[in-house]
């Protein structure tokens, strides 16, 4: 059995194992050559996240939040509304049409946002002076 190696920036060492007479399939083998750095708070997920793990972390909670908050009213307000006849007036129609774009707002510009934020890198929430 012959051993080839590969190494990666992370410091990480990918082992493959060569299994000469038989025909399997090749399953790579991973060992951590520096593990003091495993409990760094500064470490990112992958290499096109720039944000520290503590920084994924809340983002992704305060944006789940948001887009849970926004896709169960919005539909709360939209199910209201086309259940109740007595609801179907020209403003509950207005609220209709603001709530669905609400929703869509909701679904597609909240995780592209939330991507946008942990690939950029900026430090600052709200200002990127």
Same mark, same amino acid.
């Given at each position: 059995? /012959? $051993?080839?190696?590969? /190494?990666?920036?992370?410091?990480? %060492?990918?082992?493959?194992?060569?299994? !000469?007479?038989?025909?399997?399939?090749?399953?790579?083998? =991973?060992? #951590?050559?520096?593990?003091?750095?495993? &409990?760094? !708070?500064?470490?990112?997920?992958? $290499?096109?996240?720039?944000?520290? %793990?503590?920084? @994924?972390?809340?983002?992704?909670? #305060?944006? #789940? #939040? @948001? =887009?849970?908050?926004?896709?169960?009213?919005?539909?709360? @307000?939209?199910?209201?509304? =086309? *259940?109740?006849? *007595?609801?179907?007036?020209? %403003?509950?129609?207005?609220?209709?049409?603001?709530? @669905?774009?609400?929703?869509?707002? &909701?679904?597609?510009?909240?995780?592209? *946002?939330?991507?946008?934020?942990?690939?950029? &890198?900026n430090k600052h929430l709200y200002c990127s002076v």
């Open positions: 059995m /012959s $051993e080839s190696t590969v /190494s990666t920036t992370t410091t990480t %060492t990918l082992v493959y194992h060569h299994h !000469d007479g038989n025909n399997q399939q090749q399953q790579p083998t =991973f060992h #951590a050559d520096d593990a003091a750095d495993a &409990g760094n !708070d500064d470490e990112t997920f992958y $290499e096109f996240i720039k944000q520290p %793990t503590h920084m @994924v972390v809340i983002y992704t909670l #305060a944006y #789940a #939040a @948001v =887009f849970l908050l926004a896709v169960v009213g919005n539909v709360l @307000v939209i199910s209201v509304v =086309f *259940s109740n006849s *007595s609801m179907h007036t020209v %403003t509950n129609y207005f609220i209709v049409n603001l709530a @669905v774009a609400d929703l869509l707002v &909701g679904l597609v510009c909240l995780p592209t *946002s939330l991507v946008a934020n942990l690939v950029s &890198g």
